[in-house]
């Protein structure tokens, strides 16, 4: 490593001059970096030169050299490299184009200026944005978005720096410097609805629609998993919903894929709810959809068209969609007196934590309800192939399951008898004993056989094969 007078070639007094003689930049500093590739910066002045000169030894010394030349892409560049070699769902991958897009890019129409108004980034070097937190800071400022929504943004952008980081274009993550200021995120606690609620709500969407809180606050599915639900899904005999696909949009096309994590689960049905699906689906049979498969996975079906029968469609025998969706509750909700909880709180997943509240209100073990509420439970640290539950709160009890399916059966609002629910446990397994905590006193639920819904003609009998 040295430094050159570009001025003048050889040493001596009387050095000839070079063809570069006079040029701003007189002092060159030469080095070699890491993978032994030369490298040259120019300097006016030699003591600029020497202090780089000096910066460079120790920085290739302690493993901390970084290319001065590499920072100079812009960060829209990097982000759209960045960005193709993630290894993200399709729904992921859009959402993140769309969120730099319109976030953190110039707009064509507002040079400088993102879509929604705020700073643009993404003609900046990484370089410059590295040095300059000050840039980010008036980014993060002007962002037109919600704290939670900002603060995802954030958090992309973000993964976009310590990327580039990591292969040495810049030195640090400017983002997690102690002067940046971030929008604190809004904790909103979901208040689940109640039974009159959920009745009032059923009452006042349209008759094709009138299923889909039930269907939610019962069976516990995910919006997706509630449009993508077929008559194959129901068993009326054995009193179960399988819950194993989703409709999902992809590329702005609505497409059937496997529910999340790709793990299917089982639901008890619940008995109030019986009746009412069965005389839904006689005054509205199940219509056929076909959509492509989505599973980039699984070549041998990806993009294969699938016929479903679908419960839930709209008037015009199509594959119900979100935003229409969406449109016919908030009018529902507002129509039926439901008090306004803040953005959000009233959407159709509300129903979700209705299924999860009455889970766990009426004795089924923390764990438990994970396990029939999120795709059979979660695999523990180790052994993979132990599936063992995470424990929240407590440890599941022998004779916990039978426990569990009585409890997931009773409607919420609906009272569960004492004698329904055996808090008895094993002593030979070494639990304790807990007697019952009080005695309903309403009428306990009735059951229906499984031969009256035979002898009811207009009652469905699905089975699963």
Same mark, same amino acid.
């Given at each position: 490593m040295s430094i050159y007078d570009r001025w003048y070639r050889g040493e001596g007094r009387n050095k000839p001059r070079s063809s570069e003689y006079g040029c701003a930049k007189r002092?060159?500093?030469?080095?070699?970096?890491?993978?032994?590739?030369?490298?040259?910066? /120019?300097?006016?002045? %030699?003591?600029?030169?020497?202090?780089?000169e000096a910066r460079v030894k120790t920085q290739l010394a302690d493993g901390t050299y970084v290319d001065p030349s590499a920072g100079q892409v812009s960060f829209r560049a990097y982000a759209e490299d960045w960005r193709a070699t993630r290894m993200h769902d399709p729904a992921t991958a859009e959402r993140v184009e769309q969120m730099l897009r319109n976030h953190a890019y110039a707009s064509k129409d507002t040079p400088g200026k993102t879509s929604g108004g705020g700073p643009a980034i993404g003609d900046y070097p990484l370089r410059v944005l590295a040095? +300059?937190?000050?840039?980010?800071?008036?980014?993060?400022?002007?962002?037109?978005?919600?704290?939670? /929504?900002? +603060?995802?943004?954030?958090?992309? !952008?973000? $993964?976009?720096?310590?990327?580039?980081? #990591?292969?040495?274009?810049?030195?640090?993550?400017?983002?997690?410097?102690?002067?940046?200021? %971030?929008?604190?995120?809004?904790?909103?606690?979901?208040?689940?609805?109640? *039974?009159? #609620?959920?009745? *009032?709500?059923?009452?006042e969407l349209p008759e094709r629609l009138e299923v889909a809180p039930y269907i939610r606050s019962t069976f516990g599915t995910r919006q997706g998993e509630a449009?993508?639900?077929?008559? =194959?899904?129901?068993?009326?005999?054995? %009193?179960?919903?399988?819950?194993?696909? $989703?409709?999902?949009?992809?590329?702005?096309?609505?497409?059937? *894929?496997?529910? %999340?994590?790709?793990?299917?689960?089982?639901?008890p049905m619940v008995e109030p709810v019986i009746p009412r699906l069965s005389e839904y689906l006689r005054r509205f049979p199940p219509v056929p959809v076909t959509l492509p498969w989505h599973e980039p996975g699984n070549p041998k079906l990806h993009g294969q068209p699938v016929t479903r029968e679908l419960?839930? =469609?709209? /008037?015009?025998? +199509?594959?119900?969609?979100?935003?229409?969706?969406? &449109?016919?509750?908030?009018?529902?909700?507002?129509?039926?007196? !439901?008090?306004?909880?803040?953005?959000?709180?009233?959407?159709?997943?509300?129903? &979700?934590?209705?299924?999860?509240?009455?889970? $766990?209100?009426?004795?089924?073990? /923390?764990?438990?309800?994970?396990?029939?509420?999120r795709e059979a439970g979660a695999v523990r640290d180790g052994d993979p192939g132990t599936a063992r539950l995470r424990s929240r709160q407590q440890s599941e009890p022998a004779g916990q399951g039978g426990r569990n399916r009585t409890a997931l059966l009773q409607m919420p609002g609906c009272c569960v008898h004492s004698g329904c629910i055996r808090r008895k446990h094993d002593a030979a397994k070494g639990t304790k004993n807990r007697s019952d905590e009080g005695r309903c006193h309403h009428r306990p639920v009735v059951a229906l056989t499984h031969s009256a819904w035979l002898v009811n003609r207009s009652l469905p009998v699905c089975r699963t094969d």
């Open positions: 002092w060159q500093v030469r080095w070699r970096d890491h993978a032994g590739v030369q490298r040259k910066l /120019s300097f006016a002045l %030699k003591a600029a030169a020497e202090q780089f040095k +300059r937190t000050s840039l980010l800071q008036a980014w993060i400022k002007g962002l037109n978005l919600g704290p939670n /929504s900002a +603060r995802l943004v954030i958090g992309y !952008v973000s $993964q976009v720096f310590t990327a580039a980081a #990591e292969e040495d274009l810049i030195v640090r993550n400017p983002l997690s410097a102690k002067s940046i200021q %971030k929008p604190e995120a809004v904790k909103t606690e979901a208040v689940p609805w109640t *039974a009159a #609620e959920v009745e *009032a709500v059923a009452g449009f993508g639900l077929a008559k =194959t899904d129901i068993d009326f005999l054995r %009193k179960n919903v399988r819950i194993a696909v $989703q409709v999902k949009v992809v590329g702005g096309q609505q497409m059937y *894929a496997p529910v %999340k994590n790709k793990k299917p689960r089982d639901v419960i839930l =469609t709209r /008037s015009d025998c +199509r594959v119900m969609h979100a935003e229409a969706f969406n &449109r016919q509750w908030r009018k529902a909700w507002k129509a039926a007196g !439901v008090p306004e909880r803040g953005p959000r709180l009233n959407g159709f997943h509300v129903t &979700r934590h209705t299924f999860a509240s009455a889970c $766990q209100g009426r004795g089924v073990a /923390s764990d438990a309800t994970f396990r029939r509420r």
